[in-house]
């Protein structure tokens, strides 16, 4: 049930991060990874991997980007991510600022390459320093979100 509204609430937070402008074309903020970080991070990489794919599937349908060029690199992006920050956080070598920042890098460059393929092009990676430095502020975002997360988890837990 909690990965129900887990999913429910990212793919929320997917389509409505859509609504709030971005500096660089097509680009999203990634608030909606906050979630996916905290399970890969408290909860282990299967699960991740599960809001990442749910989250961008459900996500891009309510948003009508589907099968787009976007949805491509974002579901991409999110994935390895997931995956990234699910395998670095089973060291316990980086706190949950440490792999919200390695999975925003992670899935930028991903998200890059995935679009560079696509267009034939690597014109755009001149957009890249940009999107990472911005990457930057969402992370620590998404970190503090899932850490704010756990918190709510563990008061529940105490009940």
Do not use: H
Not at 48 to 64: C, M, N, T
Not at 115 to 140: D, E, M, N, R, W
Request: net charge neutral; proline share 3%; charged share 5%.
């Amino acid at each position: 049930m909690t990965l129900g509204v887990m999913i429910a609430i990212s793919s929320v937070v997917y389509v409505l991060e859509g609504l709030i402008p971005f500096p660089v074309p097509g680009g999203k903020w990634g608030f909606s990874n906050f979630l996916v970080l905290y399970l890969s991070f408290f909860s282990g990489i299967t699960n991740g991997i599960v809001l990442a794919i749910s989250k961008s599937l459900l996500g891009s349908i309510l948003s009508g980007t589907i099968f787009t060029p976007g949805f491509f690199m974002g579901f991409l992006g999110s994935l390895a991510s997931a995956i990234a920050q699910g395998a670095i956080a089973k060291f316990n070598i980086f706190g949950l600022t440490g792999i919200s920042i390695l999975g925003m890098l992670v899935n930028n460059v991903v998200q890059f390459l995935v679009g560079s393929f696509l267009i034939g092009s690597s014109a755009i990676y001149v957009f890249l320093p940009l999107v990472i430095f911005l990457g930057t502020f969402s992370a620590l975002a998404n970190a503090y979100l899932a850490n704010q997360t756990e918190k709510i988890f563990e008061s529940m837990e105490e009940r």
